[in-house]
């Protein structure tokens, strides 16, 4: 036999034996790798989750299972854990060990990633909400939150507008308290200067899509109207709202924070209905 064969055929042997385990062992690598991304989804979900993130959880994955272990001080708390698993892609069955203990006292207080979060993001919605809103100017605000204690610094143009600011922050979801440190300016625009940034503010043609987008994000951020049961439309600057509120506060809220978005020409509101 050809000695260049023979050791062609050898070489093939030789990676024909080992390709099986080739294949097996990148698999491996593949499972390994979608264990690890979802013990982090699970986690950060935990972290984020304001009736779990006080709680010593942890989590390991293995083949799409994943185990559970940790304390938590009610019933509710140990199936949410399980509810949220069994939501991230890839996980076919959950092992939940975590012991419920009514002693247990979870680490409230502590500030954590998830609530970074939130107070960046209630800070985030409160800015939007001033910018939106067309008797504040957002430019002279600043804000910021801790621990859902939100502290606004900067200038205002009259004390109307510092307290619609106030409302505005306090109205937000997730907010505890407000501490209103704007200054009024010394120099406010006078009632012409108003009507000509209205005027300008009009000539921008704001589109009817981008008022509607903003009347329900307002409803979305607010603490005191469910957005999700009203429907919003607008055509030539004219918000319609419809659907249920729970009270009249909610519906006369619910119409101010429509009225007070820029562009917003009148709201018809009489098919929103308590």
């Keep these: 036999m050809n000695p260049l064969y023979r050791k062609f055929m050898f070489a093939s042997a030789i990676l024909l034996t080992m390709a099986?385990?080739?294949?097996?062992?990148?698999?491996?690598?593949?499972?390994?790798?979608d264990d690890v991304?979802?013990?982090?989804?699970?986690?950060?979900?935990?972290?984020?989750?304001p009736y779990l993130r006080a709680n010593d959880l942890k989590v390991t994955v293995q083949k799409g299972k994943a185990v559970l272990t940790g304390k938590v001080d009610e019933k509710v708390s140990k199936e949410l854990a399980s509810e949220i698993a069994l939501g991230v892609s890839g996980i076919t069955d959950v092992d939940n060990q975590i012991v419920v203990e009514a002693s247990y006292v979870p680490h409230f207080g502590q500030s954590g990633f998830g609530d970074k979060i939130d107070d960046a993001s209630?800070?985030?919605?409160?800015?939007?909400?001033l910018l939106?809103?067309?008797?504040?100017?957002?430019?002279?605000?600043?804000?910021k939150t801790k621990n859902g204690r939100v502290t606004l610094t900067g200038s205002a143009d009259s004390q109307s507008a510092k307290d619609i600011a106030n409302r505005l922050a306090m109205?937000?979801?997730?907010?505890?308290?407000?501490?209103?440190?704007?200054k009024i300016q010394d120099h406010p625009m006078s009632d012409d200067d108003k009507a000509k940034a209205k005027k300008q503010d009009e000539s921008h043609n704001i589109s009817d899509s981008w008022i509607t987008a903003k009347v329900k994000s307002s409803f979305m951020y607010s603490s005191n109207i469910s957005g999700g049961d009203i429907d919003v439309s607008t055509n030539n600057g004219i918000v319609t709202l419809t659907g249920k509120v729970a009270s009249g506060i909610e519906r006369s809220l619910a119409i101010e924070t429509a009225q007070n978005i820029r562009g917003v020409k009148s709201v018809t509101s009489k098919a929103l209905l308590f």
Excluded: C, F, H
């Design 171 to 182: 109205n937000t979801r997730g907010v505890m308290s407000v501490t209103n440190n704007l």
């Design 37 to 49: 991304r979802q013990e982090a989804q699970i986690a950060t979900s935990y972290a984020l989750n």
């Design 122 to 129: 209630i800070s985030a919605a409160i800015r939007s909400k």
């Design 20 to 33: 099986p385990q080739t294949v097996l062992a990148a698999d491996a690598v593949t499972t390994s790798m």
């Design 132 to 143: 939106w809103n067309k008797d504040v100017d957002s430019v002279g605000t600043d804000v």
